[in-house]
C-alpha cells in the first residue's frame, strides 16, 4: 500500500538531504590534518602562513591546516620532532643543532624549503657607545638570551671579523633590549627587524642605533626554513608538496600587498599594533626573503656549497655531539616548481 503523495514528500527531501550530506563527505574526508607550529609569535612575519590559510589556499590543495603561535626556533624543531607537529617554521641552525646533537632521534625533523635565505641575526648597538664596526666589540659586555641564534652563531661572527673575548650577559627576551638602552651592556644580538622595532620602541630614535647584519659582515648562514618531520614525509608526501604550492601562492601575495596580509594577523591576535607588525613583515622580506642571494639561489632552494660550510660552521660554533651531515637537514624534493617559487615578479617595483 502506496504512502500518500503528502507524506512522501518530507521522506524525499529527507532522503536528498542524506544523500548530499554522504556525498560531501568523502570531500572532506579527503583532507589532510596538518599541524603547524610557527617560531613565534603571531607577529608581522606569521603572515608569510596566515595569508595562505586566510585565502583557502590550502583547503584549495585538500588541506586542513591548524597554525598556531610558537616560542622560538629550538622549540618548534622539538614539538616537530616529538610528533606533536607535523610541520614548523624553524631556523636552519638549530635544526641542525638538534640533528647533530640527537643522532639516534627516530623522527628529526628536515627542512623542505628555505624561506629567510640569509639570518636576520644581526649585533646591535646604540651610537652613543662608540661603536661602529665589529672590531670595536672586543671587550664589550654583549647581552641576549642564551637561544638567541644570533649568540648562538657569535663563534662564526666573532671569527669572521676579527673580534676578541666578550664577556656575555643573559635575560629573558623582554629585557633585551631595556638593558641595552639601560646601559647594562654595550651591545645585543638578535634578529634586525625584531630589536630594532623594540629599541624604538623603547623611545631610542632610529638614527641612534646601529646594526650589523650578520650577512652583510661575512656569515652567509641561512635563516628559517619550512621543515616536516621524517614521518609526516614518509606518510604523506604528495601533502608535503601541496602545502609548499600554496604557500607559495601565499608568498606572492604578502609580498605585493604587505600592507593587506597584516590583517591575517590581526585576526589571530586583536592586540598587536598593525603599523609596527607592517614594518616588522617589510623589514624581515627586504633582509631575509627579497635578497640578491635568494633571487640568485632561487628562493625556496639552497646552494650544497654554501649549505655544506654552514653545516660545518655550526657544528664548530654550537660545538655538538657530532658533525652536522648537511645532506640528512635537507631535502628539496618537495619543492614547487621554478615558476611557482618566483616570487620576484610580485614584488613592487
Known amino acids: 500500500m502506496s504512502l500518500p503523495a503528502v507524506r512522501r514528500r518530507p521522506l524525499l527531501a529527507c532522503a536528498a538531504a542524506l544523500a548530499l550530506t554522504a556525498a560531501a563527505l568523502p570531500a572532506r574526508a579527503q583532507e589532510t590534518p596538518v599541524k603547524f607550529q610557527l617560531d613565534w609569535r603571531f607577529e608581522g612575519p606569521a603572515a608569510l602562513f596566515l595569508v595562505p590559510a586566510a585565502k583557502g589556499y590550502f583547503k584549495a590543495e585538500k588541506l586542513n591546516v591548524s597554525v598556531d603561535a610558537g616560542n622560538g626556533s629550538g622549540g618548534t624543531v622539538t614539538r616537530v620532532a616529538s610528533g606533536a607537529y607535523d610541520m ?11 640533528h647533530a646533537n640527537n643522532p639516534t632521534a627516530p623522527n628529526k625533523p628536515v627542512a623542505v624549503m628555505m624561506v629567510y635565505n640569509n639570518t636576520p641575526a644581526a649585533v646591535l648597538t646604540l651610537k652613543k657607545s662608540g661603536i661602529t664596526k665589529p672590531t670595536d666589540l672586543t671587550g664589550k659586555k654583549m647581552g641576549a638570551p642564551v637561544f638567541d641564534a644570533g649568540r648562538k652563531a ?27 638602552v639601560r646601559g647594562d651592556i654595550d651591545a645585543i644580538t638578535g634578529f634586525s627587524f625584531t630589536s630594532l622595532l623594540n629599541l624604538e620602541a623603547r623611545g631610542v630614535k632610529t638614527e641612534d642605533i646601529v646594526v650589523m647584519p650578520y650577512p652583510q659582515f661575512g656569515v652567509k648562514l641561512y635563516g628559517n626554513a619550512v621543515i616536516a618531520s621524517e614521518d609526516f614525509l614518509k606518510k604523506n608526501p604528495e601533502a608535503v608538496k601541496a602545502f609548499l604550492r600554496a604557500f607559495s601562492k601565499g608568498m606572492k601575495d604578502v609580498i605585493a600587498d604587505p600592507k593587506a596580509s597584516i590583517e591575517t594577523v590581526k585576526a589571530r591576535d586583536g592586540i598587536i599594533n598593525t603599523d609596527l607588525e607592517l614594518r616588522r613583515l ?14 640568485a639561489e632561487g628562493f625556496g632552494n639552497v646552494v650544497p656549497a654554501r649549505l655544506a660550510l654552514m653545516a660545518s660552521q655550526v657544528s664548530d660554533a654550537f660545538a655538538t655531539k657530532e658533525r652536522v651531515n648537511a645532506t640528512a637537514v635537507w631535502n628539496p624534493a618537495y619543492l614547487p616548481s621554478a615558476a611557482e617559487r618566483d616570487i620576484f615578479k610580485a614584488a613592487k617595483k
Open 282 to 295: 617589510k623589514l624581515a622580506l627586504d633582509a631575509t626573503v627579497l635578497t640578491p642571494d635568494a633571487k
Open 88 to 98: 614548523g617554521f624553524a631556523d636552519l641552525a638549530a635544526l641542525m643543532e638538534f
Open 154 to 180: 657569535w663563534p662564526i661572527f666573532a671569527k669572521a671579523n676579527g673580534i676578541g673575548n666578550v664577556p656575555w650577559t643573559a635575560m629573558d627576551p623582554p629585557l633585551r633590549e631595556t638593558m641595552l
